[in-house]
């Protein structure tokens, strides 16, 4: 059996030395982000000096060895010194400082072990992602990577619920679901063992899925619906609200986004019309139902009324220490202090036991206005650069695409992040920190080249996007759409339309759905 595992061990670096060599500093981002969420120490923990090191963090060092052997030969493509850069640094240094003014050593040393899981790892991460040369090659790369591993969670997470635990990978979740004792078990946990953060990464890795509709020609389009779908079954199976409300409005953004503008605000707005109407048809089986193998429909409702007396605890907390907080990583320990005030109508002592169920407050309570505000500042740059990426035209879809999928990532976070405290889930804060580094280096890189270096010859999804006029562009989504639904007459008409006009080239719509090889021969059809 060692022998076994010797060999694999020796087969496993020598793939990861070639895919870290071929692959780049990105194949290298992504493969910590895997060890992250499969191969942490839940999967495989050793001791060196007390100090316990896991696969994961030992590519994230490979991850900075390989970083520093690149930049001395002049492989990474340094990106200009920006406002994003500066609230990355100003935050990290803002968490060590909370950390090392507070108790740091409570809890066998846990605030500077979550600090370095948490930012500074994060950190290290999102500063290889900035330094990447960003090409067409890397947003396919980066785009493909997440999609197949949106399909291994969503399977995991159907085998996971139905208990087919032959199918479920890493062995620790079958492990860890025959365990009383911990939270969520019955629930789709994933390789995180968490059903928040499944349901987080689900719905960015959903994202970049629906950012290959434009490269794949009919046939793959067909497969990658059923992709979809099963992402979607995978964020339902989580049986959380706050991952559903991440999933249905990543979705939103997306497609709402990649339809023409004619008609985004009223299918947009019948959406969330219906949504609401749905809800409010059934409040009371959202807010209680039996999710938890070991936990009563009744229970889960606690839950909703748990999160304003966590908020009022925050509050009072906050008002104490307003500017640099109670310390990082110390809400449990300061908390207690609180749960005794009578002047409240609150049971507060209900919050004994619980971290904060909201991250902006989180931040608020142990950072104070210095902490919360720079992250804000930092995610407020991160989603300006995501949006000046996705709303200039004159950019080539694969790069415009690169600041959609980091709004998608944004809109998951934060939908999750308004019930519970994603910063403290494992692989949140790795996916938004990486995600923003890319975009940076997109952003960067667009602004360094200019718009002029991404125009390519007609035909190839990197194109040039030019929109169509707006009628144009609506008549151009009712055919795809007709199409779609596969209507047999439809479906002959234009393509004997397409066979009239086929010499006629053209660009397609703008949206993350469209792309010249989308459309294909309907691209002279609507003309």
Excluded at 82 to 104: I, Q, R, Y
Excluded at 122 to 131: E, K, L, N, S, T
Excluded at 376 to 398: E, M, T
């Amino acid at each position: 059996m060692d022998a076994v595992a010797v060999i694999g061990a020796l087969v496993a670096l020598v793939w990861g030395l070639v895919i870290l060599r071929y692959g780049g500093l990105l194949a290298g981002c992504l493969a910590v982000l895997l060890a992250v969420a499969c191969f942490g120490v839940d999967y495989f923990c050793v001791r060196v000096g007390g100090i316990p090191l896991s696969i994961d963090r030992l590519l994230w060092l490979v991850l900075c060895g390989q970083y520093l052997v690149f930049r001395l030969f002049g492989k990474t493509e340094p990106k200009p010194f920006s406002a994003a850069d500066a609230a990355v640094l100003a935050l990290v240094g803002v968490m060590v400082f909370s950390t090392f003014t507070a108790d740091w050593r409570a809890a066998n040393y846990q605030p500077v072990a979550w600090l370095i899981i948490y930012y500074l790892m994060p950190f290290g991460v999102y500063w290889v992602a900035r330094q990447t040369p960003w090409t067409e090659r890397s947003a396919a790369m980066l785009f493909w990577c997440l999609a197949i591993f949106g399909v291994y969670l969503g399977a995991t997470a159907l085998a996971e619920y139905w208990q087919v635990w032959w199918l479920v990978y890493p062995q620790y979740i079958a492990r860890t679901a025959a365990e009383a004792r911990l939270e969520f078990i019955g629930r789709a946990r994933g390789p995180l063992l968490n059903p928040i953060g499944n349901g987080l990464l689900l719905a960015t890795c959903l994202a970049a899925a629906l950012m290959l509709w434009p490269r794949l020609g009919r046939p793959r389009q067909a497969i990658l619906l059923p992709v979809v779908l099963l992402m979607l079954a995978g964020v339902l199976l989580t049986l959380t609200r706050s991952a559903w409300l991440g999933g249905a409005l990543v979705m939103a953004l997306v497609i709402g986004l990649g339809m023409p503008r004619k008609w985004r605000l009223p299918l947009v707005a019948a959406g969330a019309l219906s949504v609401l109407v749905a809800i409010g048809a059934n409040w009371e089986r959202l807010v209680s139902f039996k999710r938890d193998r070991y936990l009563t429909a009744e229970q889960t409702a606690e839950s909703v009324q748990l999160r304003p007396i966590l908020a009022a605890v925050a509050w009072r907390m906050f008002l104490d220490r307003p500017v640099f907080g109670c310390g990082y990583n110390q809400f449990l320990r300061e908390a207690p202090k609180y749960l005794a005030d009578r002047d409240s109508h609150l049971p507060l002592e209900k919050a004994r036991g619980y971290i904060n169920h909201n991250v902006l407050l989180a931040f608020l309570t142990e950072t104070g206005l210095v902490g919360m505000g720079l992250f804000v500042a930092l995610v407020a740059l991160w989603a300006r650069r995501a949006w000046l990426l996705w709303s200039d035209r004159s950019l080539p879809l694969w790069l415009r695409q690169t600041g959609l999928l980091m709004l998608a990532c944004l809109v998951a976070y934060f939908a999750n992040g308004t019930f519970h405290d994603v910063s403290a889930i494992p692989m949140a804060n790795m996916m938004l920190f990486f995600l923003g580094g890319i975009t940076v280096a997109a952003y960067g890189q667009a602004r360094l080249h200019g718009t002029g270096a991404y125009v390519v010859s007609r035909g190839g999804c990197c194109q040039t996007a030019v929109p169509l006029p707006s009628s144009l562009a609506s008549a151009s989504f009712s055919v795809r759409c007709l199409l779609f639904c596969s209507v047999p007459t439809v479906v002959r008409s234009l393509a004997s339309i397409s066979a009239r006009r086929s010499t006629s080239a053209g660009a397609g719509l703008c949206g993350p759905l469209a792309g010249t090889e989308l459309w294909g021969p309907l691209a002279g059809a609507v003309r």
